[in-house]
């Protein structure tokens, strides 16, 4: 095992390499960073600098007899508000990169939701369509064990996330749970199974934080002449955890899901598409496409809909530099982690394409993983409602609290009335979007609690 307690990017942050999920990170970061007022150098690259990164390599024999060789990772960004909180994937593109960016990630959305939790986030590098169930379970189990003490329920906990579910949760469970007998470890990872301490309302909670987020937004006016979720039309990128409970929790809310997608392509009903058909042909053929009546298309049309709503929840950068002048959504939810590249971002805000960002958008997922948390290590367990009403007021209360931010950024500016900026239009940062504005706010509570805790020694 390595850990790098220093980090340093292992590719080159080049203009060039803008799909590198560390650049763009940091792309953000630095976009977001011209508006903090007050903050020392040094703090705001402490704020962007991933405290631990873990890589492990380890062998599994097979169901089929052979022997592969997997590649691990595991990043704490920050801990400064708690233990490190993020989830784990199983997908052939993991890497050390894309777990660093996905780890602050963690560490904004923990800030904004104001759950007292860290950014992490790991993975191993595998196709999990390829493997059989045994094989996986014999993967996250050595993956755990390697990771040994790097997890704990107030060190480090593992959520699902891309390819991973409550089944593999209760895997990670009871391995650490054998590795650490007669303690109480219950809290070491969310997600699980119900019957396994996991939490009423977590399959949801990303969708329906989506949901929530989405009407306080229209609310709000966020979008002009869209002030309800009702009659809009909404498309869905990715039918897993979180596209499929976004499907039907916005249709049961009025909207008409006009679009559905997977790995496989897509489909497409002008008249409205109903999630629990598309669930049912799903479980039956492994993918949505050939639903009968409706029109396959490619997820890159999905992305190009004419739709008030489009909600990517698959992958990361499926928005980006070529397409993104070709989006005809008045609105994007960012249901997956990074499915626009900083480029796109650019292009978006300049056509009046509003994004509800991922770090406040699905933020839903870990507030109520915190709540399933808190739930284990006080023997407890809340009904649905309570979970879904705490949820709301959470989504609600971050909502409100970027919106107002972006606001006043937009109006005032960002200089102090007294700065010699002031005066000077071409020393101002151009308008931010509500991406930037809750990167502002994330990072200025993350550097008020680190300097509240005072600089170690
Ligand atoms: P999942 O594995 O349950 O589902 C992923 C879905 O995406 C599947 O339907 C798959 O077919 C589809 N997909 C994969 N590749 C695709 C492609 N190239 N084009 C179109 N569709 C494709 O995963 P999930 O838990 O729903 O996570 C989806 C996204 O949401 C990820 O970015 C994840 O990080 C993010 N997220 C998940 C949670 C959560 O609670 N599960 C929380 C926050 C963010």
């Known amino acids: 095992m390595r850990e790098d307690q220093t ?18 990170a940091r792309q953000r970061f630095e976009r977001a960073s011209q508006y903090l007022n007050g903050i020392k150098h040094g703090l705001v690259d402490f704020l962007n600098s991933p405290k631990r990164s873990i890589s492990i390599c380890f062998p599994i024999e097979l169901e089929d007899g052979s022997v592969v060789t997997f590649h691990g990772y595991r990043v704490v960004h920050n801990r400064v508000l708690g233990p490190g909180k993020g989830g784990i994937r199983f997908h052939p593109d993991v890497n050390a990169d894309e777990m660093r960016a996905l780890a602050a990630l963690m560490t904004w959305k923990c800030a904004l939701i104001d759950v007292p939790f860290g950014g992490a986030k790991g993975g191993v590098a595998c196709d999990p ?30 959520a699902p996330d891309l390819y991973t579910n409550a089944q593999t949760m209760a895997w990670i469970y009871d391995t650490y749970d054998i590795l650490h007998q007669g303690k109480d470890n219950l809290a070491v990872v969310t997600g699980k199974p119900l019957d396994l301490g996991g939490s009423e309302g977590r399959c949801d909670a990303t969708a329906r934080g989506c949901l929530y987020a989405t009407q306080r937004l229209l609310e709000r006016g966020g979008v002009t002449g869209l002030r309800d979720i009702k009659g809009a039309r909404v498309a869905i990128q990715g039918f897993g955890n979180v596209g499929a409970a976004a499907a039907r929790l916005f249709q049961e809310e009025g909207a008409i899901i006009v679009a559905i997608s997977d790995t496989q392509g897509g489909i497409h009903d002008e008249n409205g598409l ?19 009546e409706t029109l396959t298309i490619t997820n890159q049309d999905l992305l190009e809909l004419d739709c008030e709503i489009l909600i990517p929840a698959a992958l990361s950068n499926q928005i980006h530099k070529e397409n993104a002048a070709r989006i005809r959504a008045r609105l994007i939810v960012e249901g997956a982690n990074g499915p626009i590249t900083a480029d796109a971002d650019d292009i978006l805000f300049s056509n009046g394409v509003l994004v509800l960002p991922d770090i406040l958008a699905n933020a839903g997922g870990v507030t109520v993983s915190h709540f399933e948390w808190v739930q284990n290590i006080e023997h407890e367990s809340w009904e649905l409602e309570e979970i879904n009403r705490k949820l709301k007021i959470k989504m609600t209360r971050a909502v409100d609290t970027v919106f107002d931010r972006w606001q006043h950024l937009l109006t005032v500016g960002t200089r102090p009335a007294d700065s010699a900026d002031a005066e000077n239009n071409d020393n101002q940062p151009p308008a931010p979007d509500l991406r930037t504005a809750a990167l502002v706010v994330a990072i200025e509570r993350m550097a008020k609690v680190t300097l509240e805790r005072g600089i170690w020694p």
């Open 7 to 24: 980090e340093t990017p292992s590719v080159p942050l080049e203009e060039s390499d803008k799909s590198n999920p560390v650049y763009m």
């Open 129 to 158: 369509k390829t493997l059989t169930e045994t094989d996986l379970r014999r993967i996250i189990r050595r993956y755990v064990s390697e990771l040994g003490d790097n997890i704990g329920p107030h060190t480090d906990v593992p």
């Open 274 to 292: 109903d999630p629990d058909a598309v669930q049912t042909y799903k479980d039956e053929h492994e993918t949505v496409v050939g639903l009968p």
